[in-house]
């Protein structure tokens, strides 16, 4: 950064604002979180230099004999950590990760199934405007009254529309989900069975979320979110699909795979692996139960009744705030969050009635519980006077006091 400093000072000066932003907002959004330092050393050493289409010890490419052993190192570590047959440490994101899915075992015009964005689902998993719900047949399974999955539904659409492809994964669904159930609908009506655990990732690293690997025929993932690698994705499987899901990744979707990000996978990988990675998970899932029962405590709905997670949906119409203005004012009072809505939301997708809390960062920079609890409460002292500048102001004193005591990057 200091030779940036000196060659672009412009580009310098945001990258200097956005650090302070990260040091100094409690970051709510549940899918981000804080790299190590190590991590972002890989991510920002000369591997970013290196052309390696292929996978290891077959390349189109000479001089590739030490990236080889960044990706095969990768490969081992997140085979281990999940007890996956085989894995792809190519795609670039989790976008794109769910892409070679489709385009390893599908054809534009066939059914697939997945949970609908409104529900909690992800763009990718068949939104009408993502390439998953222009190219394909989409049906959506939800919620039902209690705001759990309805397994009974999604079985009963499974069986009248014979899906090829059947998802099973979420951006916004706060409790464990029945990957055993779904494996047993996708048999029975003959289709493939994937797991997208994107959001749920580095619990289930620390065996504290059910683990989909073993009832999945493919499980793909962010690498960025609660497992706390770089930005990238990742795709596990079972070892027949393992040609078909590398020819989609390369030739397929993408050209040369990014190396420096592809090691910094590994080193995520191998932090993964050390014992103090499940006391992180833990605190995690903890804060976000301390989190749920404040909020609920200070007269908010928390949609299913709970989490049993890092993240929860927090339904905002008791205390009068859409969810578009309630991001607006925890971000000035220096908290970070995103609007989302919640099932059956009365307001535009825009607008919303609802925000999405997560704890994975917050747990990063070592809040345990006495901090997330605080947290809470900040949240909740904004929500109830969020047009009142003084409480603002209190409240941004309050964060400014609790960042400072615990800093993200020292
Ligand atoms: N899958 C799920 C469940 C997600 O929540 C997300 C991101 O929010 C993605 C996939 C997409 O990941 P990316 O943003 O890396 O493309």
Redesign the pocket.
Known sequence: QILIEQTDPELFTAIQAENARQEHHIELIA?ENYASPAVMAAQGSQLTNKYAEGYPGRRYYGGCEYVDVAEQLAIDRVKQIFGAEAANVQ????????EAVFLAFLKPGDTIMGMSLAEG?????GMALNMSGKWFNVVSYGLNAKEEIDYDAMERKAHETKPKLIIA????YSLAIDFERFAKVAKAVGAIFMV????YAGLIAAGIYPNPVPHADIV???T??SLRGP???IILMKSEFEKAINSAIFPGLQGGPLMHVIAAKAVAFKEALAPEFKVYQQQVLRNAQVVAETLTQRGLRIVSGGTQSHLMLVDLRAKGITGKEAEAVLGSAHMTINKNAIPNDPEKPMVTSGVRIGTPAMTTRGFKDEEARATANLVADVLDNPRDAANLDVVRAKVAALTSRFPVYR
């Open positions: 899918s795609p670039h994101c989790g976008a794109s990760a769910n689902g992800h763009l990718t998993h994964g979420a951006s916004a997208d655990m994107a959001h793909t993932s962010t960025h979110k930005r990238g994705g």
